[in-house]
Nanobody, 119 residues
Framework: QVQLVESGGGLVQPGGSLRLSCAAS????????MNWFRQAPGKQRELVAT???????NYFVSVKGRVTISRDSAKNTVYLQLNSLKPEDTAVYYC?????????????WGQGTQVTVSS
């Protein structure tokens, strides 16, 4: 069984920063990519950033220039640094991993961490 646990969310003022973390654990053989999604109230879940096993990163939506994704492969952990936060960044942020475990290939999700940007 694979578990993804996010942390680091919270309430921050506009212009502030947060660093989200996601640790993967369990019977993991290898991780192909780790991804961050977000879902704002009443909106669809959207892809924020991805990082592959070779360190290639991609950023989506309107976060380019304000977000940095990184990973510690030894710890199976991915980070999302959020800077210059705006109220429209308010959402539940979800970690996702494309990985191989002893049962095969799977896509696993964390439970989400709330980010609220408000003065």
């Amino acid at each position: 069984q694979v578990q993804l646990v996010e942390s680091g969310g919270g309430l921050v003022q506009p212009g502030g920063s947060l660093r989200l973390s996601c640790a993967a654990s369990g019977s993991i053989i290898s991780i192909t990519a780790m991804n961050w999604f977000r879902q704002a109230p009443g909106k669809q879940r959207e892809l924020v950033a991805t990082i592959t096993s070779d360190g290639t990163t991609n950023y989506f939506v309107s976060v380019k220039g304000r977000v940095t994704i990184s990973r510690d492969s030894a710890k199976n952990t991915v980070y999302l640094q959020l800077n210059s936060l705006k109220p429209e960044d308010t959402a539940v942020y979800y970690c996702n991993a494309d990985l191989w475990d002893r049962t095969g290939s799977r896509s696993s999700w964390g439970q989400g961490t709330q980010v609220t940007v408000s003065s």
